[in-house]
């Protein structure tokens, strides 16, 4: 059995967006410290681990689901 996985591959959607040019300088070297490949990865990661760890959005998010379930 492997020990490593790959990661399954998952349906992606392309974004065009405009970041100031000293935060994506230091996203870029972000990723180049935390081996991140592309700065997407970087992004993606960084949102997750947003999505996970604010309890106030979580709370809104599952009463927004109970709202539009009962509704």
């Known amino acids: 059995m492997a020990i490593i996985k790959p990661?399954?591959?998952?349906?992606?959607?392309?974004?065009?967006?405009?970041?100031?040019?000293?935060?994506?300088?230091?996203?870029?070297?972000?990723?180049?410290?935390?081996k991140f490949k592309k700065p997407d990865e970087f992004l993606e990661e960084a949102a997750l681990h947003i999505l996970a760890k604010d309890k106030d959005y979580r709370d809104w998010k599952e009463k927004a689901e109970k709202l539009t379930s009962n509704g």
């Open 7 to 34: 990661k399954p591959t998952v349906e992606r959607t392309q974004l065009r967006i405009s970041i100031d040019t000293q935060v994506i300088a230091e996203i870029e070297r972000y990723c180049e410290y935390a």
